[in-house]
T-cell receptor, first 111, second 114 residues
Framework: SQKIEQNSEALNIQEGKTATLTCNYT??????LQWYRQDPGRGPVFLLL?????KEKRKERLKVTFDTTLKQSLFHITASQPADSATYLC??????????FGPGTRLSVLP | DTAVSQTPKYLVTQMGNDKSIKCEQN?????MYWYKQDSKKFLKIMFS???????INETVPNRFSPKSPDKAHLNLHINSLELGDSAVYFC?????????????FGAGTRLSVL
């Protein structure tokens, strides 16, 4: 069965550093991979989408990579700020199929 | 205007009761979803629905049923509530089905079954 893992349940980093979150999957070949941010008491909010034929996507301080050979996506936040503290979810999807979400990583950026 | 709104935000009820959660989207999307997020924060899809097709996650008990009066609404009815149903339920919508579409989520309904 499909399995999605995100590197750790929680990640603490110092303000100004680059946060790197990982999303690994098995028994799946997604055509799309998305990253969402979820704040406490709120629904997930879309951040970035990357397709299987794309290696890297950037948006402001965010960067996502997608390695279909390693079955892994990396999500980077550069120059991290305390306001970046949240839970980050990866989601895998395919043509005409519903998403499967990972368990999430709770990021804390310490001032 | 809130793109995806769901009510109520909190729902506290007794075991065995029947309850409904309402969801509305004003984005003009064709597909709506219900997700369950349990205490371990795992977000699992329960249903996806557009005007042509209802896809049910096979692990969802048949006590749960989606009802869609029109394209902008997808309500969730739960019969004979059980303790294990306690969770946060999220409604979401997307332009159409499939993994290339961005999903827009409501703020969630926290259901507590006593």
């Amino acid at each position: 069965s499909q399995k999605i893992e995100q590197n750790s349940e929680a990640l603490n980093i110092q303000e100004g550093k680059t946060a790197t979150l990982t999303c690994n999957y098995t028994n799946y070949s997604p055509a799309y991979l998305q990253w969402y941010r979820q704040d406490p008491g709120r629904g997930p909010v879309f951040l970035l989408l990357i397709r299987e034929n794309e290696k890297e996507k950037r948006k402001e301080r965010l960067k996502v990579t997608f390695d279909t050979t390693l079955k892994q996506s990396l999500f980077h936040i550069t120059a991290s700020q305390p306001a970046d503290s949240a839970t980050y979810l990866c989601a895998l999807g395919n043509y005409g199929q519903n998403f499967v979400f990972g368990p999430g990583t709770r990021l804390s950026v310490l001032p | 205007d809130t793109a995806v709104s769901q009510t109520p935000k909190y729902l506290v009820t007794q075991m065995g009761n029947d309850k409904s959660i309402k969801c509305e989207q004003n984005l003009g999307h064709d597909t709506m979803y219900w997700y369950k997020q349990d205490s371990k924060k795992f977000l699992k899809i329960m249903f996806s629905y557009n005007n042509k097709e209802l896809i049910i996650n096979e692990t969802v008990p048949n006590r749960f049923s989606p009802k869609s009066p029109d394209k902008a609404h997808l309500n969730l009815h739960i019969n004979s509530l059980e303790l294990g149903d306690s969770a946060v339920y999220f409604c979401a919508s997307s332009q159409d089905g499939g993994g290339r579409n961005i999903q827009y989520f409501g703020a969630g309904t926290r259901l507590s079954v006593l």
